[in-house]
């Protein structure tokens, strides 16, 4: 028996090592710009409806963290679909190391807007602009599996996340478009940088 099980671990530690350096195909450009024009619809009718999307610090990022579940929810169903057809073999490996490079920064960021909002709510203007740069560390932290040009994505959210901190530094309140505009940027310019990559990978083929 402890020969079988240390076979068992052997394949299990050879699936996660072929993995970790396999390009992850399970991002799909469509689903990442639809994600996009989500976050740029949150903030059009952030825009239109502020008293009743965006009144006070916990409305308006209760709107983005279900804008984000959303997202979150048709990205995952995309990616086991994908990965599946791309991965046979290997996609729970593969999925389970895409998921895990991204897991510190969304729980990093979901424990600083609890102490911030709950400890220090005069500080709030500061989330978006940490979350976006918690976005450019969860990217780049993934460079290995994902294509190389999704280093561009990476710096643009880590740009947009240090200028939005400048621009709310200025007024200290919230703007439902220091949130829609970096993430309508960033979602698109991955769906772009997914899809020259999948006709890429198509050609390789």
Not at 61 to 85: D, P, Q
Request: aromatic share 8%; with cysteine.
């Amino acid at each position: 028996m402890r020969d079988i099980d240390r076979a068992l671990a052997d394949i299990t530690s050879i699936r996660s090592h072929l993995a970790a350096g396999t390009m992850f195909r399970g991002f799909g450009p469509a689903v990442m710009a639809v994600t996009g024009v989500l976050a740029l619809v949150t903030a059009m009718a952030q825009s239109a409806f502020p008293a009743a999307l965006a009144g006070d610090p916990m409305t308006f990022f209760l709107c983005w963290v279900v804008t984000a579940g959303i997202s979150a929810v048709l990205v995952g169903a995309e990616m086991v679909a994908r990965s599946r057809r791309h991965h046979p073999g290997l996609a729970d490996a593969m999925i389970l190391n895409a998921i895990g490079q991204f897991i510190p920064a969304g729980f990093a960021g979901a424990a600083i807007a609890a102490v911030l909002l709950r400890y220090a709510p005069e500080t709030h203007w500061l989330l978006p602009g940490l979350w976006q740069l918690l976005v450019a560390v969860g990217i780049l932290a993934s460079l290995r599996s994902l294509p190389r040009s999704v280093i561009i994505v990476g710096a643009w959210y880590f740009v947009a996340g240090v200028s939005v901190l400048i621009l709310a530094s200025a007024s200290r309140s919230l703007s439902p478009w220091m949130m829609g505009v970096p993430f309508a940027v960033g979602q698109l310019l991955m769906a772009a940088v997914l899809h020259r990559a999948s006709g890429e990978s198509d050609a390789d083929d």
